[in-house]
């Protein structure tokens, strides 16, 4: 993997935001956390998380979560109630991401949502499917689950997605299906083998 560039790094809010956890007092009681391995408990527990990626100064993501919980060992964030505001070249937001749950990688950055997944553009496109992934150094959205997308009427599933979080050029690698609008209002369905 390439290394990160110096001007990219990771706010400090998840560290002051686990430290503040810490100082107030988080939930104590131990309970079973969505991905974590049998019997395994976290390092540390939060409610009303948020950690924000940026590239020279820029945001590029910022993850919000109801309740978040640190595996150390692991590496891993395990989020529940999450919602992922991905920015533009110009600092604005461009699409928002919507699960039940979700995984980070402390290091890596990337994610895992899981369970009524929406990624819902400001420009109307909207995807939907079960699980997928984000991979923070490509900045690529993953998913081998069956995939809907909607734009402008148009209706595209499949599975083997990949797009950017925009949603401006994605891919389906098989059993791809189309529905398309037609000029006088009517509906063409069309299958294809790959749809970008």
């Not at 990771?10 to 560290?15: F, L, N, P, R």
């Not at 948020?50 to 993850?63: H, I, S």
């Not at 990337?110 to 699980?131: I, P, W």
């Amino acid at each position: 993997m390439p290394p990160v560039s110096s001007a990219r790094r990771w706010s400090a809010i998840v560290t002051a935001g686990l430290l503040c956890a810490s100082l107030v007092g988080c939930d104590q009681t131990r309970r079973a956390v969505p991905g974590a391995s049998s019997g395994e408990l976290p390092d540390q527990e939060v409610s009303d998380f948020m950690v924000t990626e940026t590239d020279a100064g820029k945001p590029e993501w910022t993850l919000h979560a109801r309740s978040a919980a640190m595996f150390n060992a692991r590496n891993v964030l395990v989020a529940r109630g999450v919602r992922v505001d991905f920015f533009d070249e110009k600092g604005e937001r461009s699409s928002t991401l919507t699960a039940r749950e979700g995984e980070m990688h402390q290091v890596r950055r990337d994610m895992t949502a899981r369970g009524n997944v929406v990624l819902q553009t400001t420009e109307g496109t909207r995807m939907s499917t079960e699980s997928l992934r984000f991979l923070n150094q490509t900045q690529k959205i993953v998913s081998d689950d069956f995939v809907r997308v909607e734009r402008q009427g148009d209706v595209l599933t499949g599975y083997g997605f990949e797009s950017d979080p925009d949603l401006k050029h994605f891919e389906f690698k098989r059993q791809v299906e189309a529905v398309v609008r037609t000029r006088s209002g009517g509906t063409l369905e069309k299958k294809t083998g790959g749809a970008k």
